[in-house]
């Protein structure tokens, strides 16, 4: 009985040690740090058919193989066949490699289960019904602080009949699909004084991060990092050469980008083109955000929001908040609500305004941050509320409880929450345009990264922008020392309102000068006829009654119509003022780049309060023009009043999404300096002059 026994556990122990697939005819190989097996995507092929063979292999944990081109060591997978005669393979087809740095050197291989598709064809005279036995030996150098040359075989069992599929087709269909994708486009190759230039005509790819692996060994030294620069039409990746010539025969490699997916590329002897260089690296901000990235931008987003308060643009709006904090001291109660109304308005505005953002470049619109005051209609409509706004705090006319919510001045109104929210709806819909420091940095973040990223930016930005009003009131509510300061109500809050009303009187104007610059002249002639008919409806007036109300709405109409008539030339945007500059081109700036020309770029527009101050303070002043004429810089202007598809796109590529903009491209193709967005003339002219 017990030889029986014996007997039955020998036969189940064998049974566990054959290769788990034999029941299919697939052997599995085996090396010291090496598992494989020989698969394909039917079990039968057909007399005279094609079928996709798979070399399966997964090395040991801290082991690793190589590609086609290993890079400064080791040597790729190589096959001796041993085939039915008729039967033939081709070269192996290998998915993407990784980089694989060690001991200062780089090479290209894979780290984890890598399969590798061998087309085969099936030329035999067997007979449907035959056994098709495909056998491989295969020679690997496996390494990991060492490397060992290792071997295995495979093997694998067909029969010869209609395809069908097997069960390994999924595994080959994942394989096929990780194989770099066959691209047409004209990339070029050109070594100029030790330098290997690629140059890859692909505007529709994320750039960033992106790597060239070289199917051809002694065309670029692995070990240096191969450097970005964007051009109008593609991009370029310069890297130091291997050699002192190009090898011979056809060039080819795989483009991988940083989200992994990886094109074939075939490269043609040629210089650079123009259009795919000469506008620097594409910023960090579009790539994968780690999540100390992530947190950086969120804090970056609350100190631009802190900052936010102190730009220009946000002066038109100054008025209303100023007048709140007069009144804190003396309704304590309604005083923090409306702080925390305000603050909430905020927030709710630029997490709208993100929102309509990302939808908009979801359906292909290239808009920027900003993108509001891009639009007539809403330039036209701003205009009339910070008259209305002006002409109430003025004391010209008293307006009903509804449009009092607008302005969120009066503290009378039925409604003072709502006031106070839509207020801080108004001071973002007009100040947000311009980008403070660190805020432009976050913005580009959360446009880029998208989802609950966004989310978090956006409101940290409006927590930002939100808090010195909302901390004010608070501490002029609860610190008696704080409320002692301000003077008891009194006929000097009138002559606080009359002289503040100044700054909505100018900002009506301001917002009817960048109207001017976005539509036709005949639209400025009907916006100014609505502002006056609205004026004419809202005054003390002998006009009956149910006149009023119709001369209101056909105010209302003529600003909408002045709005719909087609856009301004572009040229009559251009600043007037400044130096002697050329319109902003992608492609011109990359060909002065190409000339190894230094070019000053100067992204502006209408409606940014931050770049008109630049203008005047900074980039109109003798010593910005002296510095410029002395370097023979070419001073080049943007113009983003209306939407301009290129410059939204060259915006981001600096992680930006609105402007100012100011970068600096120095003499022989230097790496661009992106400036801050408050320029100072001595640091401008220090970046200019190179010191």
Same mark, same amino acid.
């Given at each position: 009985?017990?030889?029986?026994?014996?007997?039955?556990?020998?036969?189940?122990?064998?049974?566990?040690?054959?290769?788990?697939?034999?029941?299919?005819?697939?052997?599995?190989?085996?090396?010291?740090?090496?598992?494989?097996?020989?698969?394909?995507?039917?079990?039968?092929?057909?007399?005279?058919g094609n079928?996709?063979l798979?070399?399966d292999?997964?090395?040991?944990?801290?082991?690793?193989?190589?590609?086609?081109?290993?890079?400064?060591?080791?040597?790729?997978?190589?096959?001796?066949?041993?085939?039915?005669?008729?039967?033939?393979?081709?070269d192996?087809?290998?998915?993407?490699?990784?980089?694989?740095?060690?001991?200062?050197?780089?090479?290209?291989?894979?780290?984890?289960?890598?399969?590798?598709?061998?087309? %085969?064809?099936?030329?035999s005279?067997?007979?449907?019904?035959?056994?098709?036995?495909?056998?491989?030996?295969?020679?690997?150098?496996?390494?990991?602080?060492?490397?060992?040359?290792?071997?295995?075989?495979?093997?694998?069992?067909?029969?010869?009949g209609?395809?069908?599929?097997?069960?390994?087709?999924?595994?080959?269909?994942?394989?096929?699909?990780?194989?770099p994708?066959?691209?047409?486009?004209?990339a070029?190759?050109?070594?100029?004084?030790?330098?290997?230039e690629?140059?890859?005509?692909?505007?529709?790819?994320?750039?960033?991060?992106?790597?060239?692996?070289?199917?051809?060994g002694?065309?670029?030294?692995?070990?240096?990092?191969?450097?970005l620069?964007?051009?109008?039409?593609?991009?370029?990746?310069?890297t130091?050469?291997?050699?002192?010539?190009?090898?011979?025969?056809?060039?080819?490699g795989?483009?991988?980008?940083?989200?992994?997916?990886? $094109?074939?590329?075939?490269l043609?002897?040629?210089? !650079?083109?123009?259009?795919?260089?000469? !506008?620097?690296?594409?910023?960090?901000?579009?790539?994968?955000?780690?999540?100390?990235?992530?947190?950086?931008?969120?804090?970056?987003?609350?100190?631009?929001?802190?900052?936010?308060?102190?730009?220009?643009?946000?002066?038109?709006?100054?008025?209303m908040?100023? !007048?709140? !904090?007069?009144?804190?001291?003396?309704?304590?109660?309604?005083?923090?609500?409306?702080?925390l109304?305000?603050?909430?308005?905020?927030?709710?505005?630029?997490?709208?305004?993100?929102?309509?953002?990302?939808?908009?470049?979801?359906?292909?619109?290239?808009?920027g941050?900003?993108?509001?005051?891009?639009?007539?209609?809403?330039?036209?409509?701003?205009s009339?509320?910070?008259?209305?706004?002006?002409?109430?705090?003025?004391?010209?006319?008293?307006?009903?409880?509804?449009?009092?919510?607008?302005?969120?001045?009066?503290?009378?109104?039925?409604?003072?929450?709502?006031?106070?929210?839509?207020?801080?709806?108004?001071?973002?819909?007009? %100040?947000?345009?311009?980008?403070?420091?660190?805020?432009?940095?976050?913005?580009?973040?959360?446009?880029?990264?998208?989802?609950?990223?966004?989310?978090?930016?956006?409101?940290?930005?409006?927590?930002?922008?939100?808090?010195?009003?909302?901390?004010?009131t608070?501490?002029?509510?609860?610190?008696?020392?704080? %409320?002692?300061?301000?003077?008891?109500?009194?006929?000097?809050?009138?002559?606080?309102?009359?002289?503040l009303?100044?700054?909505? $009187?100018?900002?009506?104007?301001?917002?009817?000068?960048?109207?001017?610059?976005?539509?036709?002249?005949?639209?400025?002639?009907?916006?100014?006829?609505?502002?006056?008919?609205?004026?004419?409806?809202?005054?003390?007036?002998?006009?009956?009654?149910?006149?009023?109300p119709?001369?209101?709405?056909?105010?209302?109409?003529?600003?909408?119509?002045s709005?719909?008539?087609?856009?301004?030339?572009?040229?009559?945007?251009?600043?007037?003022?400044?130096?002697?500059?050329?319109?902003?081109?992608?492609?011109?700036?990359?060909?002065?780049?190409?000339e190894?020309?230094?070019?000053?770029?100067?992204?502006?527009?209408?409606?940014?309060?931050?770049?008109?101050?630049?203008?005047?303070?900074?980039?109109?002043?003798?010593?910005?023009?002296?510095?410029?004429?002395?370097?023979?810089?070419?001073?080049?202007?943007?113009?983003?009043?209306?939407?301009?598809?290129?410059?939204?796109? $060259?915006?981001?590529?600096?992680?930006?999404?609105?402007?100012?903009?100011?970068?600096?491209y120095?003499?022989?193709?230097?790496?661009?300096?992106v400036?801050?967005?408050?320029?100072?003339?001595?640091?401008?002219?220090?970046?200019?002059?190179?010191?």
């Open positions: 009985m017990s030889s029986i026994l014996r007997f039955v556990v020998c036969l189940f122990v064998l049974a566990f040690a054959l290769p788990a697939n034999a029941q299919d005819g697939t052997i599995e190989g085996k090396s010291p740090h090496i598992t494989a097996r020989l698969i394909a995507e039917s079990a039968t092929v057909a007399p005279n079928i996709i798979a070399l292999y997964t090395p040991a944990p801290g082991w690793h193989t190589y590609w086609i081109n290993p890079g400064d060591t080791g040597l790729p997978p190589k096959f001796k066949w041993n085939l039915p005669d008729g039967v033939t393979t081709s192996a087809q290998f998915p993407a490699p990784e980089l694989l740095p060690a001991f200062g050197l780089m090479n290209y291989g894979f780290t984890g289960r890598t399969v590798l598709l061998i087309p %085969a064809h099936n030329g005279s067997l007979s449907a019904g035959d056994t098709l036995p495909i056998k491989a030996h295969v020679d690997f150098l496996v390494c990991a602080d060492v490397c060992i040359p290792e071997s295995l075989d495979v093997s694998l069992d067909l029969k010869v209609a395809p069908k599929p097997g069960s390994e087709a999924v595994v080959i269909d994942k394989a096929r699909k990780a194989l994708i066959a691209n047409s486009a004209a070029t190759i050109d070594l100029r004084n030790g330098q290997i690629l140059g890859f005509p692909m505007a529709d790819v994320t750039a960033q991060g992106a790597y060239f692996f070289p199917a051809q002694g065309m670029t030294s692995a070990p240096v990092p191969q450097a620069d964007m051009g109008a039409k593609g991009f370029t990746l310069r130091k050469a291997a050699g002192t010539a190009l090898p011979e025969g056809d060039l080819s795989v483009l991988k980008l940083a989200d992994g997916t990886a $094109y074939a590329i075939n043609n002897r040629a210089p !650079l083109d123009p259009s795919v260089h000469g !506008l620097g690296a594409v910023s960090q901000a579009k790539a994968v955000a780690s999540l100390s990235g992530i947190l950086i931008a969120i804090v970056g987003a609350f100190i631009g929001g802190l900052i936010l308060n102190l730009m220009p643009c946000v002066f038109p709006v100054l008025s908040k100023l !007048l709140s !904090l007069a009144r804190s001291g003396h309704d304590k109660g309604l005083a923090q609500q409306e702080a109304f305000y603050g909430a308005g905020t927030i709710i505005t630029f997490v709208s305004l993100a929102l309509i953002l990302m939808a908009a470049r979801a359906f292909g619109q290239s808009i941050w900003g993108f509001q005051l891009q639009s007539p209609y809403v330039t036209a409509g701003l009339l509320v910070m008259l209305l706004v002006a002409l109430n705090m003025s004391g010209v006319f008293e307006i009903g409880s509804s449009l009092q919510a607008v302005g969120g001045i009066q503290v009378s109104s039925k409604r003072p929450r709502l006031s106070a929210l839509l207020t801080g709806v108004l001071a973002v819909v007009v %100040a947000a345009p311009c980008t403070a420091p660190f805020m432009a940095t976050a913005i580009g973040v959360a446009l880029a990264q998208g989802g609950l990223v966004s989310f978090a930016v956006f409101v940290s930005l409006g927590v930002g922008f939100a808090l010195p009003f909302v901390v004010l608070f501490l002029i509510t609860l610190v008696p020392g704080f %409320a002692r300061v301000l003077p008891k109500p009194g006929k000097w809050m009138d002559v606080l309102k009359h002289v009303s100044l700054l909505m $009187y100018a900002a009506c104007l301001w917002l009817v000068w960048v109207f001017a610059q976005q539509v036709e002249p005949y639209g400025l002639i009907l916006l100014i006829f609505a502002l006056a008919l609205v004026v004419i409806a809202v005054l003390k007036s002998p006009l009956p009654k149910f006149v009023k119709l001369v209101l709405a056909g105010g209302l109409v003529l600003c909408g119509l709005a719909s008539l087609p856009h301004a030339e572009k040229i009559q945007s251009l600043p007037s003022g400044l130096l002697p500059h050329r319109d902003f081109s992608v492609e011109t700036l990359a060909s002065l780049r190409a190894g020309k230094p070019v000053f770029v100067d992204l502006t527009a209408a409606w940014c309060v931050t770049c008109k101050v630049n203008e005047r303070l900074v980039l109109t002043t003798g010593d910005f023009e002296k510095a410029v004429a002395d370097t023979d810089t070419i001073y080049m202007v943007g113009d983003w009043t209306n939407q301009d598809a290129a410059i939204a796109r $060259y915006l981001t590529l600096f992680g930006r999404s609105g402007v100012p903009l100011y970068v600096y120095g003499p022989n193709n230097a790496e661009p300096v400036l801050p967005q408050l320029l100072k003339t001595a640091d401008v002219v220090k970046v200019i002059r190179g010191k």
